[in-house]
């Protein structure tokens, strides 16, 4: 069964810091990663999808992506209280065809401390 | 651009009552289609997705119901709501066949069964 694990946190940081979130996946198949910044009763939001390993940089967001350890991490840089969400970790797995169907984790709550 | 919009925003029924969601994608042409269920303090749940017209799987079994009448049209039913049928039901929709991986979701339609 495919899994996605991420920490539910809550995850405190002060403004201005680094927040860093970690995800981890179990099928080795899986091609493509997303994050996801989900506010309290909204719909989420893509922020980030990476398909490389290595490094991906778009403004005060950067997704991480290591292959062979099977995990993926968002680091989001200058935080700001309007960052304070739920961020989930997404996946998609090769086994999934022109389905594309996207396994989830249960997300990780950040809050940013003014 | 695209837009995916998502009816009705919220909706109280009672237990055995039967239920319609609709979801319609504007700017684009066959793309996947998905429903997902969250509960509350829960993760995403991928109740059906949908390739094409008339085209639907199911991921859980349970007494909800999928049809895709038209090529962006994608609507959620059911003949009796149970109590657990309770929660946030989220649309998305991401590129079909050849198209972009990315899902991207609809603003939701909070569900409460009394």
């Known amino acids: 069964q495919k899994e996605v694990e991420q920490n539910s946190g809550p995850l405190s940081v002060p403004e201005g810091a680094i927040a860093s979130l970690n995800c981890t996946y179990s099928d080795r198949g899986s091609q493509s990663f997303f994050w996801y910044r989900q506010y309290s009763g909204k719909s989420p939001e893509l922020i980030m999808f990476i398909y490389s390993n290595g490094d991906k940089e778009d403004g005060r967001f950067t997704a991480q992506l290591n292959k062979a350890s099977q995990y993926v991490s968002l680091l989001i840089r200058d935080s700001q209280p309007s960052d304070s969400a739920t961020y989930l970790c997404a996946v998609i797995s090769f086994s999934s065809g022109s389905a594309r169907q996207l396994t989830f984790g249960s997300g990780t709550q950040l809050t940013v401390l003014p | ?114």
């Open chain 2, 1 to 114: 651009s695209q837009t995916i919009h998502q009816w009705p925003a919220t909706l109280v029924q009672p237990v055995g009552s039967p239920l319609s969601l609709e979801c319609t994608v504007e700017g684009t042409s066959n793309p996947n289609l998905y429903w997902y269920r969250q509960a509350a303090g829960r993760g995403l749940q991928l109740l059906f997705y949908s390739v094409g017209i008339g085209q639907i799987s199911s991921e859980v079994p349970q007494n909800l119901s999928a049809s895709r009448p038209q090529d962006r049209q994608f609507i959620l039913s059911s003949k009796k709501l149970l109590l657990s049928d309770s929660g946030f039901y989220l649309c998305a929709w991401s590129g079909g066949a050849g198209g972009s991986y990315e899902q991207y979701f609809g603003p939701g339609t909070r569900l409460t069964v009394t």
